[in-house]
Structures are given as structure tokens and as C-alpha cells.
């Protein structure tokens, strides 16, 4: 990755970090944003850019977006020795669901998420437990792939990390290197030349060196490396122009709203009127005017109907993400087509999500020495609420009750109407029946069917 690409990508990061903070964070970049109009003082500036409004579109979208993705709880799957980690997943101790969200959040934000699968850097026994330290798309440098026996790997990896050394921000180089993954700390000087500092570590896995680095990128288009436009782009770069409009026009209203009083004939300084309103007396000479200077034309008016425009191009950016809804007389299996083309951004990212934590949830059970298969996530595709309708479920028992389907298939039916919970299997189901003494016998007669 060149340097002016870097730069770009960190310029867009920025962008979207401060457009989801909120309004004070995009006044607060000051220039960055909005220019400082010819002529203006830096008070008249300070003023002007305060005067503005942030329309609060970008974050809106995202926690409607987290909102849909995280619909339903996800379902969490973990071996008995890497159980820890639904309580403690993360380098920060946060658990497995608070991972999920967070990753969920910035694969659709940013577009990028990183996920490294690691073990404590001291004190580790044989029950130390691994963790998956995360890294936003900001603190991800600059990456290297290579072709491995017929498959694209990374083969180093450029990380910003929140250590310091000596007051010095300390990165991290990941690198395969003759097939051993190596792990290195670093800090650039005041040239910005890299001074190495530590020792090279060798992560080992039961006194075995790794072939491969553990980590993933993951986006909204999977767990490839490359960069990806993030998808939040285009979005926050139409509010920020709706909020130089809105400074522009809180500016020009500003001016203009006030009418202004003006004199025109000869008028000694003694006679110069220093207030205004009701109550002050103008004693003027003769053959003196007065009159007031009000705004007339179109120009405040054009700049709402431009800030009108804009509006609607951000609903119109925002809608189609969030058209998570069943049209009347339309089948669910029509509806979840749909759904699943406009929720393009978030289906993708959903999967990716999954399909990533599975993958190093199921390293670290290899590492454990636990099943692999017992270590998984899952997560709902289902973005529509379709709570079954109580007709559909008396259809379902008479199906039942007939012989037509099993009770496990009943259950299941049950789990995707949002009757039955999602997350609980029905063997665990089946044994809180039966431990609250519920009828399990089969059904008495068929209900008419043959």
C-alpha cells in the first residue's frame, strides 16, 4: 500500500469516525470540513461554523442497521475449554456478544475490522485460554499477501496499537517468514525511521511454531484482504455538504433577518442616534429620511430547497438499508428475497462477521485441543419479523396432532415464527418439558387425516 493511499483511506476513516460521532465532533474539525468563507475574522468564523446543523443521518442508519443484524441473539457454541471466552473473548475482557456487535458495526461502517487470534503475552499455563484482539480499520497500516501452495495468504501485517514506548506509539509487524509466523514491536523516531524494540516472539502452539498468521480483515465482502470502499462513505459525505449548506444558510439568515435602519440627509455627530425600539425618540433635522433595509429575494429560500435536496438524497442513501418490512399480500419467501437485495450491506456483512469468528473460534479450539465443530457462532438472517400468525400455529399442531410432521419439526417451525426461542435446541427444550411434568404422549386420535 503506497503512502498517498494510506493517506486517503485515513482521510476517509476520519470522515465517518466524526460523521457517526455527531455534530460536535464535525465542528470541531473546524476547516476540515468547512471552509472559512474570503474576509471572514476567526470570531465571525468560530460563530459561523457554530450556527450550523448536523443532520444526524449516519449514526441513525448504523444503530438501525446493528439493530436489524442483531435482531435476534446470537447463538454461541463453545467446547468446555474455550468457555472463558463467551465472558472474556477480547483483549479488552469484553465478551463474545459485545464482539459480535462490534464487529458487525465497523464491518458495515468502515468497511474493514481486524481479528487476531493470540494468547497472553506472559504468564500463560496449559489452561490459559486464547483471545481475539481487535483492531479498527484505522490501526490497519498496510498488509502483504503471497501465494501459499496455491493459496493467497498474508504474509505480514502492519498494526497500530495503544502501547507506548518511551512515549512513542508502538506498532506491531505480523509476518510469515519461511513459513514461520513471526510477531515484532516497533516505533518510528522523530525521522520517522522504524527502530525495532523487544524481543521477536515466536508464537507456539504446544511447542509448535505456526505456519500462518492468525488474523482476518473482515468487511461487508468478505474476509478478503484488499481494501474495500467503505460503505459509509457516500453517506456521511453528503451530510457533511448538507452541513456547509446549513452553515451558509444559519449565516445568511443571520444577517438578514434583522431589519436595519438607515438615515440619509445631514446630521451632525451630536444628533447621531445610538438606540432603537419602542421608547427611544429620534430628534432629526429638517429634510432628513429614515427608513429600514429588509431582505427581499430568493436566495435563503434556494438555499433550503438545495438542503431539502440533500435531505432526501441521504433518506434515499439510508431507506434502501433499512427497508426491512413485508408488503401487504406478499409471501415471506418473496419478502426475505427482497429483503435480503436491499439489506445487501447488511447480509453481507452479517455472514462475513460469522464466517470469520467461526474461523478462529474453531483455531483456538485446534489449539485447545477441542473439537473444532463444537466452536461456533451463528447468526440470524432472519431481518423481517414474522411472529407466526396463532392461525398458522393451529395449523401447525393439526399438522402435528395428523402425523404429517414430527414434533421436532413442529419445534423448529415454532423457532422461526419467533415463538420458540431461537438459541435453545429442542433436546433442551424437550428436558425442561419433561422436567416440568408436560404431556410428551403421542397425539390421541389424527385429527380426520387418513
Known amino acids: ?25 464535525v465542528k470541531d474539525a473546524g476547516r476540515l470540513y468547512t471552509p472559512k468563507p474570503d474576509g471572514m475574522t476567526t470570531a465571525n468564523y468560530t460563530a459561523y461554523v457554530q450556527r450550523g446543523c448536523f443532520y444526524d443521518a449516519p449514526a441513525m442508519t448504523l444503530r438501525a442497521l446493528v439493530g436489524l443484524a442483531l435482531r435476534k441473539d446470537p447463538v454461541i457454541k463453545l467446547p468446555a475449554r474455550l468457555e472463558p471466552m463467551r465472558l472474556n473473548a477480547t483483549n479488552e475482557n469484553a465478551p463474545m456478544t459485545v464482539l459480535i456487535e462490534d464487529a458487525v458495526r465497523e464491518g458495515m461502517s468502515m468497511g474493514r475490522f481486524g481479528l487476531l487470534l493470540d494468547f497472553p503475552p506472559a504468564g500463560n499455563s496449559a489452561n490459559t485460554v486464547p483471545h481475539i484482539s481487535t483492531f479498527d480499520a484505522e490501526a490497519i497500516e498496510d498488509y502483504q499477501t503471497a501465494y501459499v501452495d496455491g493459496r493467497k495468504v498474508l504474509t505480514r501485517v502492519w498494526l497500530v496499537s495503544d502501547e507506548t514506548y518511551e512515549e512513542a506509539e508502538v506498532s506491531y509487524e505480523l509476518i510469515l517468514e519461511d ?41 461487508h465482502e468478505g474476509l478478503r484482504p484488499e481494501e474495500v470502499r467503505p460503505p459509509f462513505s457516500g453517506l456521511c459525505r453528503v451530510a457533511i455538504s448538507h452541513f456547509r449548506n446549513s452553515c451558509d444558510r444559519e449565516h445568511a439568515i443571520f444577517l438578514t433577518s434583522a431589519p436595519t435602519p438607515w438615515i440619509s440627509g445631514s446630521l451632525p455627530a451630536d444628533k447621531v442616534t445610538t438606540t432603537i425600539g419602542a421608547g427611544a425618540l429620534w430628534t432629526l433635522p429638517e429634510g432628513c429620511q429614515v427608513g429600514m433595509l429588509e431582505f427581499t429575494g430568493a436566495g435563503v429560500a434556494a438555499q433550503k430547497d438545495l438542503m431539502e435536496e440533500k435531505i432526501e438524497t441521504m433518506v434515499s442513501l439510508g431507506a434502501r438499508m433499512l427497508s426491512a418490512t413485508m408488503n401487504r399480500n406478499e409471501t415471506l419467501g418473496t419478502a426475505t428475497q427482497r429483503t435480503r437485495a436491499e439489506l445487501s450491506l447488511l447480509h453481507g456483512t452479517v455472514v462475513s462477521v460469522e464466517a470469520g469468528i467461526n474461523h478462529l473460534l474453531r483455531l483456538a479450539a485446534e489449539w485447545m485441543g477441542e473439537n473444532p465443530e463444537e466452536a461456533a457462532i451463528t447468526l440470524s438472517r432472519d431481518f ?59 397425539p390421541v386420535h389424527r385429527m380426520g387425516f387418513p
Open 1 to 25: 500500500m503506497t503512502y498517498a493511499r494510506y493517506d486517503k483511506l485515513q482521510s476517509e476513516y476520519r470522515l465517518i469516525r466524526d460523521c457517526l460521532e455527531g455534530e460536535q465532533a
Open 179 to 219: 513459513t514461520i509466523y513471526k510477531f515484532r514491536r516497533f516505533i518510528r523516531d522523530q525521522h520517522q525511521t522504524r527502530v525495532d524494540v523487544g524481543e521477536e516472539i515466536i508464537p507456539t502452539v504446544n511447542g509448535k511454531a505456526l505456519d500462518h498468521i492468525p488474523f482476518l480483515m473482515v468487511s
Open 384 to 442: 423481517i419479523e414474522i411472529t407466526i400468525d396463532p392461525k398458522m400455529v393451529e395449523a401447525q399442531m393439526k399438522l402435528w396432532m395428523g402425523g404429517m410432521i414430527s414434533r421436532a419439526t413442529l419445534y423448529e417451525n415454532l423457532q422461526a415464527g419467533e415463538i420458540a426461542r431461537a438459541d435453545r435446541p429442542w433436546q433442551d427444550e424437550l428436558a425442561m418439558i419433561e422436567s416440568e411434568g408436560g404431556d410428551l404422549s403421542a
